[in-house]
């Protein structure tokens, strides 16, 4: 089984950046995507973008293309979201989620880490 643990979320201004991590642990050879999910108050999880963990070939979500990039440092299993010129709708929980090769779907998932941004 595969552990996720999210950090690097907080509080910025509107137009400012914050850098989110994802480190997994334990049976990762599972994995064959890693992805980030973001769902804010009131409203449905929706895809922010993924990575493929062995190619690095990566997806967005046409919206948050130029002001978001994923990233994969296979050395410390960890899987980073660089947030640039956030804005308010840019606020929500945050979440790193792992799809499995054989399932093919995102089965294990972090806590979440949540994001503000201020107006």
């Known amino acids: 089984q595969v552990q996720l643990v999210e950090s690097g979320g907080g509080l910025v201004q509107a137009g400012g950046s914050l850098r989110l991590s994802c480190l997994a642990s334990g049976r990762t050879s599972s994995t064959v995507r890693m992805g980030w999910f973001r769902q804010a108050p009131g409203k449905e999880r929706e895809f922010v973008a993924s990575i493929s963990w062995n190619t690095g070939i990566t997806i967005y979500t046409d919206s948050l293309k130029g002001r978001f990039t994923i990233s994969r440092d296979n050395a410390k299993n960890t899987v980073n979201l660089q947030m640039d010129s956030l804005k308010p709708e840019d606020t929500a929980v945050y979440y790193c989620?792992?799809?499995?090769?054989?399932?093919?779907?995102?089965?294990?998932w972090g806590q979440g880490t949540q994001v503000t941004v201020s107006s």
């Open positions: 989620a792992s799809k499995n090769t054989y399932s093919g779907q995102y089965d294990v």
